[in-house]
């Protein structure tokens, strides 16, 4: 069982890219480019939608895990900090590849 104390093992994720994705697009698959491209515009729209309908008192709320005996608490500003640094992460790393591959690189700030 887990617990704070105790959390559960975290799984190591593979930095090797899925050979399984299809590079082509068809009609029922999409390129691998193109699932990266959907998760970040999905993130980023969850967030969009928070931050239209919240007000700043409202980010000040604080969340709280209850299976995590108040071990987990934080506020919605920063869970939404937290989500934005993390797709900030992965685009650093699609920069490194795509620098080493000499391509052009995201530019999150255009």
Not at 26 to 39: D, F, G, M, Q, R
């Amino acid at each position: 069982m887990t617990s704070p104390a105790n959390p559960a093992p975290r799984r190591r994720r593979s930095r090797t890219p899925d050979t399984t994705v299809p590079a082509t697009t068809t009609s029922n698959t999409y390129s691998a480019a193109e699932a990266l491209a959907e998760a970040l515009d999905s993130t980023f729209r969850i967030i969009e939608g928070f931050l239209d309908r919240w007000t700043i008192d409202d980010l000040e709320e604080e969340l709280r895990r209850p299976e995590w005996e108040g071990s987990w608490v934080h506020t919605r500003g920063w869970v939404i900090q937290r989500v934005f640094t993390h797709d900030v992460w992965h685009a650093a790393e699609m920069n490194e590849s795509l620098g080493n591959a000499g391509l052009p690189q995201i530019d999150l700030w255009a």
